[in-house]
């Protein structure tokens, strides 16, 4: 497979990852219908469910945790601008429980990321080999995804990655 419009799940695609699920996140809102309530909440209050347990989040956090426990490194790194959006500082006040369930998360202020070679979407490489695109539409609203196993493009995935991730800050020293 070259390029692939059949996209399998994310439980899919990390139960069978090997050694590495790296997740690179470059927007600054997304529209993500499921996350509309807890968003618009969050907005009115503050408070973000935190819940690892909760319909909202028991899917991912189940996912991570068997992953994680099968030895696998789970990281997402985000590339945001600041001041932050309001959508990335509820990202980031939900980051907890991602970390809690396993992943590592970083963030690296856009103006940091000027000289680094970005693939034009986010995107999950899976064990050094195999893309998940993510695309959305303008406004943030998932527009479907797209796989690729293309040794030059995973490549490009993984040095991109690598890069974010060595000058970006870890989650528990990041202060938006």
């Given amino acids: 497979m070259k390029q692939s419009d059949v996209v399998p799940g994310f439980d899919v695609l990390l139960d069978g990852a090997q050694h590495s699920a790296l997740h690179l996140e470059m927007r600054?809102?997304?529209?993500v219908a499921a996350e509309s309530a807890g968003f618009s909440d969050w907005l009115a209050t503050g408070t973000r469910n935190t819940d690892p347990d909760s319909d909202y989040w028991a899917f991912w956090t189940g996912l991570v945790r068997r992953t994680v426990a099968r030895g696998v490194t789970v990281r997402r790194a985000r590339i945001v601008s600041e001041p932050?959006?309001?959508y990335s500082k509820y990202s980031h006040a939900g980051a907890v429980v991602n970390i809690a369930a396993g992943e590592e998360i970083r963030y690296l202020p856009r103006r940091h990321a000027s000289d680094i070679a970005l693939p034009g979407n986010d995107f999950w490489l899976i064990d050094s080999r195999l893309i998940r695109w993510n695309h959305f539409t303008g406004n943030g609203t998932p527009a479907g995804g797209?796989?690729?196993d293309d040794p030059t493009i995973a490549a490009l995935c993984a040095s991109a990655f690598t890069?974010?991730?060595e000058r970006a800050v870890?989650?528990?020293d990041?202060?938006?």
């Fill in 146 to 148: 797209e796989m690729s």
């Fill in 163 to 165: 890069a974010v991730w």
């Fill in 170 to 172: 870890p989650y528990a």
């Fill in 28 to 31: 600054d809102g997304y529209g």
């Fill in 174 to 176: 990041y202060k938006p």
């Fill in 84 to 86: 932050l959006s309001d």
